[in-house]
Each structure stands twice: as structure tokens, then as C-alpha cells.
């Protein structure tokens, strides 16, 4: 009937997937590492708090191994399997070291034992030998409580877990068996079965719920049921089916219950650390989010879960769930992209599974790696790293998979004007992973990640309020990981398109502080387009004549292109032919060609006699440029402006005098030319 039996030995279904891919939303990529092989039937693993950074594995069979200092010691720790029934769901099943450990030497455990049939539940307390650290002393041992477990080989529970406030032992317990919880134990106060138990070890006189010989323990005055008389006063927390595995959050001392599901749900329960005790977690009247079906169907059914407290969230057979194994929120260092968020997996799909906070009590799920283990519990080391024990003989350190060296491709925007209000920075690139950041300058930005090759960061005002440039890079943290070679961003003073190291920006600042030209769109400059005709018209009248000067309306009468029906720059063409600057591109019929480029030939031209006056004309040329044929129709007019120090050429004693004026071009010829104000 039961077919969550948790803990069986069939092979898992998952197969490994590679742990080379991130997984999605944002979490880093992981890997297992072995730190303990060849073990049999591990079932637990924790540390002894005491400094020593050992690691404790329990192996279900009756021995507590050691893992010191990378090596897994022959000897155990401690070997009670003389005392222990095995296996399946029994054996023992879980230790857990005193909060004066390191003072006292006492450490507990949770067996199954051998003593009646089935095996009853024993909570015993065992001390470190006197003589050495890593070996225990198996004559110490006191039994603390005996839960009777009649009947059924299933359901113990089976972890111990100091809570970090309060210094009280937690104990979870199963519901005794079967499927179904056929006594109703778990809703039954008067029973130690279904529970989250919770004694004072450091007390004693404590006689055990339903019992009548004192036992080593106290019930801590605080217990929620403590004076009811119809409930046993060990009890913390009830309604639980069969919490294998919880935890309790180093960083909030919150309570984390894994809880095994019947036939259909499984579900992950969280009690936070204020709370006082005495929730009921539901079963048998719930199965996860749902009610329970008495019938062993996933069918719907009704019940009344009025003053049950709902899981945060459930898991479903549908998706092969069939024992979910609590596990721990991360508070390593190894993993900074996991910090936070709570690591829980499956019996028998072995899969890991990372749950982040989104807020409001919602909770994203994530994949976090596939694995081919029979996964049977999460452990911490004293350091908060999080290791997974496969009942198959492994013990495993969750690691960062070898980080890439990012590199930065592009960014969006490549620019910005400085004084601008803070932005989004987009960075393209590749080998972005969660934990990757974008540094401005070499220091760290609020970073989000987006997919392995975009990152977004946040560039606040003050990043941007002077004109310069910014160095951007981006840096991922270790195994690997490093930072990108840096990437500039232009902070430009007027236009986008216009940095402070273009040959021609002061000239482009002169143009358009002298009101010249505003640009070519919206805080665009396009320095490298060519200047037309018509544009240039305006530009020599306003630099000669001052930014408000308006020419007279024109006629439509003087070029055969220029008609005079609206063109922007048709009155400036016809002002310009008035004033004898030009006559046009073409006399029969007349006509301007006021698209095409101005080339830096006319530009000598026109410059000049804007200059000097209509009437100018310059002195005979004497062959300066080798490609200016003198005497020619241009050649006097360029070498004038050689003359002049408007321009020097365009490179190895060449003037490039049929080459198109680029608008930087520009700027530089009309600045000089006027002797406009330079920024
Ligand atoms: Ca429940």
C-alpha cells in the first residue's frame, strides 16, 4: 500500500545530467565532489561544531564514520551495530552533537533497535572517549527515550538536530507505519508517533509520554502542551507523516521539514524561528497541499484542514517524486550565487533541487543538478557547505563547477552624456554565470544576470557626471572565473556619437556651442557622414553671420533643384548664391546638387570666399599637394587654405581634393576658418 517507502534500495531512476550546463534562473552550476566513497548505507552527515572540521557520516547499518582532514579514518567513530535493526527505512538513522560538544564530549543518536520486532525508536546519548577525539566510547552510552514503533518496518523518522537558540534536541519522528497512518497517530497528541519532538538533555526526571520510569531528559517549560493532560508534553510540532530530514537555517534559525508523502505529495514545511510550537503539519488529514485521500488515490477528497498549517510548497508523484529528502537553505562561502537558497532533493529521482525566495511566502524551484544517487540526506560542515550522502556508498561536497573566464563583447548603450541620470547597462558577452558582476572602474555594480551572455548592471548618476571614459569589465568568481579584459565606455559631453578622444570633438563643441548646427538628430553628431551641399550652406552663413541670422525667403527662381517648397536649406542655398559664395554645380541649366557631398576641393572654395568676400581671389599656386595639379581650376584656392592653417591635407603631401567633407571635417575647417571659440 505504501509506496513511498523511503530509503528502498531500488536503483534510482535518474540518470546523470551533465553539471557543466548553469542552471536556470540565475543559479551557478554545481558539481559533486566525493569526500567519502565505499561507505555503507550512508544515511547522515553533520559536524561535531568542536573546530576540528571533521565530518560525521552515519552509516545506517550502526557506525558513525569520521572524514578528517580529506581522508576517511578506518576506524569508526562509534559501532553500535550489535544494537541496531537494519535496514530499509530502519537503522541508525541520525547523530547530532551537544552545543557544549567540545566541553562535555556528548553526542546523541537515533536507532532502530534490535531489543523488539519490528524495532522500537532509541534515542541514546554516547560520549568521545577520554583518550582520543576520534573514537568514541561505546560503554557510555545512556538511553534517553524508547518510542515504541509496533508493527510496521516503516515510517521512524529518524533525525536529531540541536536547535541553535534554544540548545533543546529536536526529534522527528514517523507515523509509525504502514500507509496511511491506519492508528491516526500522527493527529494523536497522546502518542510520540507523527511528531516533532523536543526534550531538554541537559535535565532530567522527565518521565517519557505514556511511561512510567523517569528518563534522562527534562520537557522544557516552554513546550506548547506543556500542562494539557491529553497530550504528551515532549511533543513540539504534529501532524508530520514521516519527517526524515529537516534542518534548522544557521543564518535565521528557522525550521526546515522535509515530510515524506503518502501516494501522491510531498511536501517541504517551514517554521520560523519565532514561532512558539505546537503547529499541526497536517497529516493525515492533508497530503501536502491537498486533502487526503483515505481511499490511497490521488482522487480529490474533502476534509476540514481548518488549524493545519499548510507546506510551503509540495512536490508530486506525477513528476516520479517518491520520498523528498529535506535539505538545507546554502550559507557557505564556496557557492556565493546559492547563498540563501534551500537545497532539497528525491529519493528516488536523486535529483537536486534549490527553492529561492521571490518574497510573500512564493518560492521558485529550480534544477539545480541531476544526479545518479540515491539521495538519503543533506549535511553541513562547520563551515556551512553543504555535502549529499547516497545510500548507494558516497558522501559528496556541493562545489562550483569550474567558473569560466568571462569576456565582454559589447555593450548597450556603448555610450552615454555625461550629467545623464544613472541607467541600465547591458553587457554582451560570454561565460556570464549567476555570480558574475560588472565592475565600473574596477569597482563592483548592482548586476543582475540574464543568460550566459547578457548581464545587466546598474550605473548610478554619479558614475556618469563628468565627460571622460569608463573602463567596464566583468569579473566571476573562483574555481576559475577572473576578470574580462576591460571594455570602454564613451561619458561624452554633447553627443553621443562625439567622444572626447575623436580628433575633431572641440571642433564639433565649437560648432554647435556658436549655433552652427545642432547636430543630426537627437544628441547625435554623425561626425563621419558626408556633409551635403545644402547642409553646408547653412553652416558658412551661420558661422560667418552668428547663429541668429536668418536668410531672406528664397524664390525657387535660382536652381532647378532647389524649389523652394519647404526645403530646410533651399533659402540658405539661394542666400549663398546671392552673396557670390557659389554658383551652383552646374550654370546650364542651373542647378545646385544640393544632396551631393561637398568636396574638400569646393570646400576651399567656399570657405574662403566666405572668408574674404565674393570678390576674393587667391594667390597663384605653387605645387604644395603632389595631388593638386597647379596651375588648375582648385589648386590656388587649396593652397590658400593650406596657407591659412585651415588644413594641412589629408596625409603624405596629398590633399584628397575630390574626396567627400565628413561633418568632423567640417567642424574643423568652418572653426578655423571663422576662428570660432573653442570648448
Ligand atoms: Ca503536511
Same mark, same amino acid.
Given at each position: 500500500m505504501c509506496t513511498a517507502a523511503i530509503l528502498s534500495l531500488s536503483a534510482p531512476s535518474a540518470l546523470a545530467a551533465g553539471a557543466d550546463s548553469a542552471p536556470s534562473g540565475g543559479l551557478p552550476s554545481v558539481t559533486l565532489k566525493p569526500v567519502a566513497t565505499s561507505l555503507s548505507g550512508p544515511v547522515h552527515v553533520t559536524n561535531a561544531h568542536d573546530g576540528s572540521d571533521r565530518l560525521f557520516i552515519v552509516e545506517r547499518t550502526g557506525t558513525i564514520r569520521i572524514v578528517k582532514n580529506g581522508a576517511l579514518l578506518p576506524t569508526p567513530f562509534l559501532d553500535i551495530h550489535t544494537l541496531v535493526t537494519c535496514c530499509d527505512e530502519r537503522g541508525l538513522l541520525s547523530v547530532a552533537f551537544h552545543p557544549s560538544y567540545a566541553a562535555n564530549g556528548y553526542f546523541y543518536v537515533y536507532y532502530v533497535n534490535n531489543i523488539v520486532s519490528p524495532g522500537d525508536i532509541t534515542i541514546a546519548r554516547y @560520549?568521545?572517549? +577520554?583518550?582520543?577525539?576520534?573514537?568514541?566510547?561505546?560503554?557510555?552510552?545512556?538511553?534517553?527515550?524508547v518510542?515504541?514503533?509496533? =508493527?510496521?518496518?516503516?515510517?521512524?523518522?529518524?533525525?536529531?538536530?540541536?536547535?541553535?537558540?534554544?540548545?533543546?534536541?529536536y526529534a522527528g519522528t514517523g507515523d509509525g507505519g504502514s500507509g496511511g497512518d491506519p492508528p491516526n497517530n500522527a493527529q494523536n497528541l497522546q502518542v510520540m508517533l507523527g511528531k516533532i519532538l523536543r526534550i531538554d538533555v541537559d535535565g532530567s526526571g522527565a518521565v517519557p509520554c505514556g511511561q512510567s520510569d523517569p528518563a534522562p531528559y527534562a520537557i522544557p517549560a516552554s513546550n506548547p502542551f506543556v500542562g494539557n493532560p491529553n497530550a504528551c508534553h515532549e511533543v513540539w510540532a504534529y501532524g508530520v507523516r514521516n519527517p526524515f530530514r529537516y534542518s534548522f537555517d544557521r543564518a535565521t534559525s528557522d525550521l526546515w521539514i522535509g515530510d515524506v508523502g503518502q501516494n501522491c505529495y510531498e511536501e517541504v514545511d517551514l517554521q520560523p524561528a519565532a514561532s512558539a510550537g505546537g503547529q499541526n503539519y497536517g497529516w493525515r488529514i492533508m497530503e501536502g497541499l491537498h486533502c487526503y485521500n483515505t481511499g490511497g488515490t490521488c482522487a480529490p477528497a474533502s476534509c476540514s484542514p481548518a488549524g493545519t498549517t499548510l507546506p510551503l510548497w509540495e512536490e508530486t508523484h506525477a513528476n516520479g517524486w517518491c520520498a523528498l529528502i529535506g535539505g538545507y537553505r546554502y550559507r557557505g562561502t564556496m557557492i556565493p550565487g546559492l547563498i540563501g537558497a534551500y537545497l532539497y532533493s528525491d529519493n528516488c529521482l536523486g535529483n537536486l533541487w534549490a527553492a529561492t525566495d521571490l518574497g510573500g511566502g512564493n518560492w521558485s524551484r529550480t534544477l539545480l543538478l541531476a544526479?545518479?544517487? @540515491?539521495?538519503?540526506?543533506?549535511?553541513?560542515?562547520e563551515s556551512g557547505e553543504l555535502y549529499v550522502c547516497d545510500l548507494g556508498g558516497g558522501v559528496y561536497r556541493l562545489d562550483p563547477t569550474s567558473i569560466p573566464l568571462p569576456a565582454v563583447g559589447s555593450l548597450q548603450p556603448a555610450a552615454v552624456v555625461a550629467g545623464d541620470p544613472g541607467f541600465t547597462l547591458t553587457v554582451l558577452g560570454s561565460g556570464f554565470v549567476g555570480t558574475t558582476v560588472v565592475r565600473w572602474n574596477g569597482a563592483d555594480r548592482v =548586476?543582475?544576470?540574464?543568460?550566459?551572455?547578457?548581464?545587466?548592471?546598474?550605473?548610478?548618476?554619479?558614475?556618469?557626471?563628468? +565627460?571622460?571614459? +569608463?573602463?567596464?569589465a566583468v569579473f566571476n568568481p573562483s574555481p576559475g572565473g577572473g576578470a574580462s579584459s576591460a571594455r570602454n565606455l564613451d561619458i561624452n559631453t554633447t553627443f553621443l556619437d562625439v567622444p572626447l578622444s575623436l580628433f575633431a570633438y572641440s571642433y564639433i563643441e565649437a560648432v554647435f556651442g556658436a549655433g552652427v548646427t545642432a547636430g543630426c538628430g537627437v544628441r547625435l553628431y554623425c561626425p563621419t557622414a558626408p556633409t551635403t551641399r545644402a547642409q553646408m550652406a547653412a553652416f558658412l552663413l551661420k558661422a560667418s553671420l552668428g547663429a541668429?541670422?536668418?536668410?531672406?525667403?528664397? @524664390?525657387?527662381?535660382?536652381f532647378g533643384d532647389v524649389p523652394c517648397s519647404g526645403g530646410t536649406f533651399d533659402p540658405w542655398i539661394e542666400d549663398l548664391f546671392a552673396r557670390g559664395i557659389t554658383g551652383g554645380c552646374q550654370v546650364s541649366p542651373p542647378l545646385y546638387c544640393p544632396a551631393n557631398s561637398v568636396t574638400r576641393a569646393q570646400m576651399a572654395v567656399l570657405l574662403l570666399k566666405t572668408e574674404h568676400g565674393s570678390s576674393y581671389l587667391p594667390p597663384v599656386c605653387s605645387g604644395m599637394f603632389s595631388d593638386v595639379v597647379c596651375p588648375g581650376l582648385f589648386s590656388n584656392w587649396i593652397e590658400q587654405l593650406a596657407v591659412e592653417g585651415v588644413t594641412a591635407g589629408c596625409g603624405g603631401s596629398?590633399?584628397?581634393?575630390?574626396?567627400?567633407?565628413?561633418?568632423?571635417?567640417? +567642424?574643423?575647417?568652418?572653426?578655423?576658418?571663422?576662428?570660432?571659440?573653442?570648448?
Amino acid at each position: 500500500m505504501c509506496t513511498a517507502a523511503i530509503l528502498s534500495l531500488s536503483a534510482p531512476s535518474a540518470l546523470a545530467a551533465g553539471a557543466d550546463s548553469a542552471p536556470s534562473g540565475g543559479l551557478p552550476s554545481v558539481t559533486l565532489k566525493p569526500v567519502a566513497t565505499s561507505l555503507s548505507g550512508p544515511v547522515h552527515v553533520t559536524n561535531a561544531h568542536d573546530g576540528s572540521d571533521r565530518l560525521f557520516i552515519v552509516e545506517r547499518t550502526g557506525t558513525i564514520r569520521i572524514v578528517k582532514n580529506g581522508a576517511l579514518l578506518p576506524t569508526p567513530f562509534l559501532d553500535i551495530h550489535t544494537l541496531v535493526t537494519c535496514c530499509d527505512e530502519r537503522g541508525l538513522l541520525s547523530v547530532a552533537f551537544h552545543p557544549s560538544y567540545a566541553a562535555n564530549g556528548y553526542f546523541y543518536v537515533y536507532y532502530v533497535n534490535n531489543i523488539v520486532s519490528p524495532g522500537d525508536i532509541t534515542i541514546a546519548r554516547y @560520549s568521545v572517549s +577520554a583518550g582520543d577525539p576520534d573514537v568514541a566510547d561505546p560503554a557510555s552510552a545512556e538511553i534517553l527515550l524508547v518510542i515504541p514503533h509496533p =508493527t510496521n518496518t516503516n515510517h521512524y523518522g529518524g533525525q536529531l538536530f540541536f536547535g541553535p537558540m534554544d540548545g533543546y534536541l529536536y526529534a522527528g519522528t514517523g507515523d509509525g507505519g504502514s500507509g496511511g497512518d491506519p492508528p491516526n497517530n500522527a493527529q494523536n497528541l497522546q502518542v510520540m508517533l507523527g511528531k516533532i519532538l523536543r526534550i531538554d538533555v541537559d535535565g532530567s526526571g522527565a518521565v517519557p509520554c505514556g511511561q512510567s520510569d523517569p528518563a534522562p531528559y527534562a520537557i522544557p517549560a516552554s513546550n506548547p502542551f506543556v500542562g494539557n493532560p491529553n497530550a504528551c508534553h515532549e511533543v513540539w510540532a504534529y501532524g508530520v507523516r514521516n519527517p526524515f530530514r529537516y534542518s534548522f537555517d544557521r543564518a535565521t534559525s528557522d525550521l526546515w521539514i522535509g515530510d515524506v508523502g503518502q501516494n501522491c505529495y510531498e511536501e517541504v514545511d517551514l517554521q520560523p524561528a519565532a514561532s512558539a510550537g505546537g503547529q499541526n503539519y497536517g497529516w493525515r488529514i492533508m497530503e501536502g497541499l491537498h486533502c487526503y485521500n483515505t481511499g490511497g488515490t490521488c482522487a480529490p477528497a474533502s476534509c476540514s484542514p481548518a488549524g493545519t498549517t499548510l507546506p510551503l510548497w509540495e512536490e508530486t508523484h506525477a513528476n516520479g517524486w517518491c520520498a523528498l529528502i529535506g535539505g538545507y537553505r546554502y550559507r557557505g562561502t564556496m557557492i556565493p550565487g546559492l547563498i540563501g537558497a534551500y537545497l532539497y532533493s528525491d529519493n528516488c529521482l536523486g535529483n537536486l533541487w534549490a527553492a529561492t525566495d521571490l518574497g510573500g511566502g512564493n518560492w521558485s524551484r529550480t534544477l539545480l543538478l541531476a544526479t545518479p544517487y @540515491s539521495v538519503s540526506s543533506f549535511g553541513e560542515d562547520e563551515s556551512g557547505e553543504l555535502y549529499v550522502c547516497d545510500l548507494g556508498g558516497g558522501v559528496y561536497r556541493l562545489d562550483p563547477t569550474s567558473i569560466p573566464l568571462p569576456a565582454v563583447g559589447s555593450l548597450q548603450p556603448a555610450a552615454v552624456v555625461a550629467g545623464d541620470p544613472g541607467f541600465t547597462l547591458t553587457v554582451l558577452g560570454s561565460g556570464f554565470v549567476g555570480t558574475t558582476v560588472v565592475r565600473w572602474n574596477g569597482a563592483d555594480r548592482v =548586476t543582475t544576470y540574464v543568460s550566459d551572455t547578457m548581464m545587466q548592471a546598474q550605473i548610478p548618476a554619479g558614475d556618469i557626471a563628468a +565627460a571622460g571614459s +569608463a573602463s567596464v569589465a566583468v569579473f566571476n568568481p573562483s574555481p576559475g572565473g577572473g576578470a574580462s579584459s576591460a571594455r570602454n565606455l564613451d561619458i561624452n559631453t554633447t553627443f553621443l556619437d562625439v567622444p572626447l578622444s575623436l580628433f575633431a570633438y572641440s571642433y564639433i563643441e565649437a560648432v554647435f556651442g556658436a549655433g552652427v548646427t545642432a547636430g543630426c538628430g537627437v544628441r547625435l553628431y554623425c561626425p563621419t557622414a558626408p556633409t551635403t551641399r545644402a547642409q553646408m550652406a547653412a553652416f558658412l552663413l551661420k558661422a560667418s553671420l552668428g547663429a541668429g541670422y536668418t536668410p531672406p525667403p528664397c @524664390s525657387g527662381a535660382v536652381f532647378g533643384d532647389v524649389p523652394c517648397s519647404g526645403g530646410t536649406f533651399d533659402p540658405w542655398i539661394e542666400d549663398l548664391f546671392a552673396r557670390g559664395i557659389t554658383g551652383g554645380c552646374q550654370v546650364s541649366p542651373p542647378l545646385y546638387c544640393p544632396a551631393n557631398s561637398v568636396t574638400r576641393a569646393q570646400m576651399a572654395v567656399l570657405l574662403l570666399k566666405t572668408e574674404h568676400g565674393s570678390s576674393y581671389l587667391p594667390p597663384v599656386c605653387s605645387g604644395m599637394f603632389s595631388d593638386v595639379v597647379c596651375p588648375g581650376l582648385f589648386s590656388n584656392w587649396i593652397e590658400q587654405l593650406a596657407v591659412e592653417g585651415v588644413t594641412a591635407g589629408c596625409g603624405g603631401s596629398n590633399y584628397c581634393p575630390g574626396k567627400p567633407v565628413t561633418r568632423a571635417q567640417m +567642424a574643423v575647417f568652418i572653426t578655423k576658418t571663422v576662428s570660432l571659440p573653442l570648448p
